[in-house]
Structure formats: C-alpha cells, structure tokens
C-alpha cells in the first residue's frame, strides 16, 4: 500500500507560482506511473500532469507552458511546479499512484488563485 500527502497549496495571485510535493510512503522507483490531478468545484476531477509506466510526460493542453511536473527519487517526492496561475487553476490538487496496477490518492491540497 502506499500512502501519498500532498502540501503546498496556498492563495495566490493571478500571474503568482506555486510548487506543489507529494511524498509516498514508498520508493518511488517502484510505483509505476504518478501525477497530479485537479477538480474543480462543480467539475470531475482531471489530469493535469503525469509520468507514464514508460517514463514520458502527459500534460494537460490547458497547463502546457506553464505547469512542471518533475520527482525526486532520493526523496520520494513527486513535485508540480506551477507558474503565471489563473483564476481557472483553482481547485484541490491531488497526487496519484499507480502502483502494481492499483490506484492510490492522497487527500489532496487546495490551490486558491484570486485577486
């Protein structure tokens, strides 16, 4: 089983960064395939950034450019850098695990982008 805890949301200005963590509780060379997904509130929860089972990266059209997913193996640490924000990124962000073909979530972190 792994376990995954989100940090980093926080209420930022539109054009502001954030870089969102994820820790598992596992080492991450064994977890086949991780990301960041978001929901919005009244909306179904989307992918924003992924490693695949295959070491590539799936982004989403609306992220491209501006959102950086990257990890830190000696870490465990799955990361999302997030930059020039827009009031539409707002929502809970929350990791993803895809390990030995079962999914796991972590409880996610609100990112609040407003004037």
């Known amino acids: 089983q792994v376990q995954l805890v989100e940090s980093g949301g926080d209420l930022v200005q539109p054009g502001g960064s954030l870089r969102l963590s994820c820790a598992a509780s596992e080492s991450i060379f064994r977890i086949n395939a991780m990301g960041w997904y978001r929901q919005a509130p009244g909306k179904e929860r989307e992918l924003v950034a992924a490693?695949?089972?295959?070491?590539?990266?799936n982004c989403a059209d609306s992220v491209e450019g501006r959102f950086t997913i990257s990890r830190d193996y000696a870490k465990n640490t799955l990361y999302l850098r997030m930059n020039s924000l827009k009031p539409e990124d707002t929502a809970v962000y929350y990791c993803n695990a895809d390990w030995n073909g079962i999914q796991y979530w972590g409880k996610g972190t609100l990112v609040t982008v407003s004037s």
């Open positions: 490693f695949t089972n295959s070491g590539r990266t």
